[in-house]
């Protein structure tokens, strides 16, 4: 059984996923009405989707340990961005910022003496270095390219290769 402030620390991390999904379904759309970067959009996509099956998964284990997981209200994303490379700057943030949230669920789950909510996110934790290491690793190569077309045009080759490695 869920505690109080356990239960009530998941659904904030319910919505905070659930954020992510619609900040990177965002992030999707604009570029898909951008000229040439067809991968840089599915990979958006396919990242909001990821972040829609972390909300899921919460909602399942919450109701799963006798609590009661809430769906909620959220704001509107930021939906246009200067550059590919904002956008993938605003990707890092957010990856760091969840991965902060995270850390506060543990802490939380620790102070409850919750070892089972404990154990069941530590697939966060694993879920949160990789993604911040792509996220890195995706803003260092943007860094490297600059304004140079050419290598963009590597850029949104690669960058479905990129992730599925780091992934692995
Ligand atoms: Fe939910 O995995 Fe990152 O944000």
């Known amino acids: ?4 402030k356990m239960q009530e620390t998941l659904n904030e991390q319910i919505k905070i996923e659930a954020e992510s999904s619609q900040v990177y379904l965002a992030m999707a759309s604009w570029a898909e009405i951008q000229p040439g970067i067809d991968n840089v959009t599915a990979f ?3 990242h909001s989707e990821e972040e829609r099956q972390h909300m899921l998964k ?3 284990f919450v109701n799963e340990r006798g ?3 809430t769906v909620p209200a959220l704001p509107q994303p930021q939906l246009t961005f200067p550059s590919i ?4 700057a605003a990707l890092l943030k957010h990856e760091i910022f969840v991965s902060q949230s995270i850390n ?3 802490e939380v789950s620790l102070n409850e003496k919750d070892y089972a909510t404990h154990n069941f996110l530590q697939w966060y934790v694993a879920e949160q270095i990789e993604e911040e290491a792509l996220a890195r690793t995706m803003n260092d190569k943007l860094e490297l390219i600059g304004d140079d077309k050419s290598g963009m045009y590597l850029f949104d080759k690669d960058i479905l290769t990129i992730s599925i490695d780091i992934d692995q």
């Open 85 to 88: 490379k904002h956008a993938f």
């Open 104 to 106: 506060k669920c543990i």
């Open 44 to 46: 958006f996509y396919q």
């Open 1 to 4: 059984m869920l505690s109080k």
């Open 58 to 60: 919460l909602i399942h």
């Open 67 to 69: 609590g009661f997981a």
